[in-house]
């Protein structure tokens, strides 16, 4: 069973950054994507950010688009989400996720592991 771990959350001002990290277990963790999604209340859980096996590739929500950065490190089973220029619409529960595959997705049924969340607050 893989287990996926979040932690970096909490409570910041606006334009303020805050860096997230998940950590999956599992021997194979470098032949799947990765992703952040997030959920705000109220609302649906929305992509935000996702990126290759091998790091090569990475794709963000257009609202997240030059302020957040995904990254991973095979050699440790972590991805990171560093995101800076925080406003108070990125506030929710960030969850990170591992793919069903190798491949990039904004879709939510293209992945099979999810962690429980770590709360992201920001306030104006």
């Known amino acids: 069973q893989v287990q996926v771990v979040e932690s970096g959350g909490g409570l910041v001002q606006a334009g303020d950054s805050l860096r997230l990290s998940c950590a999956a277990s599992g021997r194979t963790f470098s032949t799947y994507a990765m992703a952040w999604f997030r959920q705000a209340p109220g609302k649906e859980r929305e992509f935000v950010a996702t990126i290759s096996d091998t790091g090569s590739s990475t794709y963000y929500a257009d609202s997240v688009k030059g302020r957040f950065t995904i990254s991973r490190d095979n050699a440790k089973n972590t991805v990171d989400l560093q995101m800076n220029s925080l406003e108070p619409e990125d506030t929710g529960v960030y969850y990170c996720?591992?793919?069903?595959?190798?491949?990039?997705?904004?879709?939510?049924?293209?992945?099979?592991?999810w962690g429980q969340g770590t709360q992201v607050t920001i306030s104006s």
């Open positions: 996720t591992r793919s069903k595959s190798r491949y990039t997705s904004q879709k939510i049924l293209d992945y099979a592991y």
